[in-house]
């Protein structure tokens, strides 16, 4: 196939995943199934491509999902998450147990599998789907708990989970000291992410590159190796990734703004990809002899396996039981488990077929169920809030030569900095406001310059004044022009 063509159609597919998520946001139906679509329209029931190279499908679904995953983390405020680091850790560990083990036992009796294909069934479906759970919940204004908890279950379940379906899609016996291997693993994919992600900060920030979009590359390229990394030590590399990514993410970075956006491109362009994929791969011939089974297992997961799995990991955290309730029902499924269940394929294991026919529609089926009656769900559950006010906006660019950064400071809505007078902010010395934006429009401030709501500033500060300005900045935006009376200090 010429080149021309190729490029030509995949800027075609990409369009219309673009225009397929813009859609979706208007019908309420999540992207993913737009997607997958597109991928079953191409494929050999529609204009007739076909793709059936399941290796080649696991490790680019592999690839997809450490870009997804550096997304998540690198979007994710540690701010929002920190309360449910507990919540959070328990969903996907102890969590993904029980879900394992309830699933697998209903596979054996429901199925007639044998033990350790119906756990390897258990353990493809217990992951929950960072790209879906990001996507969906995000745009909810739900308790600031609850997102965090569902967000780092889906950023951290990945890795236990992909390590149990290798571990049941082989042929060697589970060992004694399989859970010590286990724990390995996760341990030293957290210390490579951390370390990682700690020192790319730490070089970013002193490194003058000659161009702009040089500095979100960087950061991305730092999250990738991250991953390589914890597989070459023989941990998770998808942990390591997630965790890289939420320190880089959440770190004071030269043009931060950029890199979130580029990191946001970076997800979608893996996520239209990813789906587009496992679309084309699919053979919509089989998949109608997978829908009683897989409305089966569904139903099993969602009502039965998925509530226990929560319950055990939030009774000892005392959550109330109407969030328990959410939690459950807000375990959303996607590319993951269908990404999961190639490996099997590629193993070699009896039934690997049908089991990726059943994941497959059921994605689908819990995908229309869960991801459309969410919103609903949440409020019969008493667990929205107010729409929350985002915190003023740091973004920062260095001026290497004159040892000094650059700061653009963006006003939300909610800021407490409305009314206060320039002079009032009181900088550190060797900061100065030297610009102020407004509606558009920019001018010299003066100390008597009164700030508004929807202002955006340009501060220049000398690089050891650079931590207490934005401390200081964040403080006022927070508590007022007496933020320092009133004890609130801006930093963390």
Known sequence: MQLELVLGA??????????????????????????????????????????????????LGL?????????????????????????????????????IGVLGVAVHLLLGLDWRVALLWGAVLSSTDAAAVFSVLRGLSVRRRLVGALELESGFNDAPVVIAVILF???????????????????????????????????????????????????????????????????SGLLATYVCALVLGNADLPHRSNTLSFAEG???LAQIGLFVLLGLYASPQRLPS????AVVIGAVLLLVARPLSVLAAAVPLKVPWREQAFLSFAGLRGAVPIVLATIPLVEGVPG???????????????????????????????VTVRAELHEVSVDAAPLEDAGADLLQVRLSQGTQMHGVYLGELRLPAGATVSLVVRDGRGFTPEAGTRLRRGDQLLVV??????????????????GGRLARWRGITGAG
């Open 290 to 293: 997978a829908v009683l089974d």
């Open 461 to 478: 500060t000398t690089r050891d004044a650079r931590e207490a300005t934005e401390a200081r900045i964040r403080a006022v935006d927070a």
């Open 169 to 235: 899609a082989g042929t060697d016996p589970v060992a004694w000291w399989t859970p010590a291997l286990v724990v390995y693993e996760l341990a030293v994919g957290v210390a490579v992410g951390a370390a990682l992600g700690r020192g790319g900060a730490w070089v970013l920030r002193r490194v003058a590159l000659p161009a702009t979009g040089l500095y979100p590359l960087a950061a991305v390229s730092v999250c990738v190796l991250s991953y390589s990394s914890g597989q070459l030590l023989h941990a």
């Open 266 to 268: 970076t997800g979608w």
């Open 10 to 59: 995949g800027a075609v597919v990409l369009l219309l995943g673009v225009l397929g998520a813009r859609a979706s946001s208007s019908l309420g139906l999540p992207a993913l199934l737009l997607f997958l679509g597109i991928g079953l329209v191409i494929g050999e029931a529609g204009l007739g491509l076909r793709f059936s190279d399941a290796k080649l499908t696991e490790e």
């Open 63 to 99: 690839a997809a999902l450490v870009l997804i995953l550096t997304e998540g983390g690198m979007t994710t405020r540690w701010k929002t998450v920190r309360p449910a680091l507990g919540l959070g850790v328990a969903l996907s560990t102890v969590s993904v147990v029980v879900s």
């Open 352 to 382: 690997a077929q049908r089991l990726l026919d059943v994941v497959f529609v059921l994605v689908v089926v819990l995908t229309l169920v869960q991801g459309t009656t969410l919103p609903l769900v949440a409020r019969w559950l008493r």
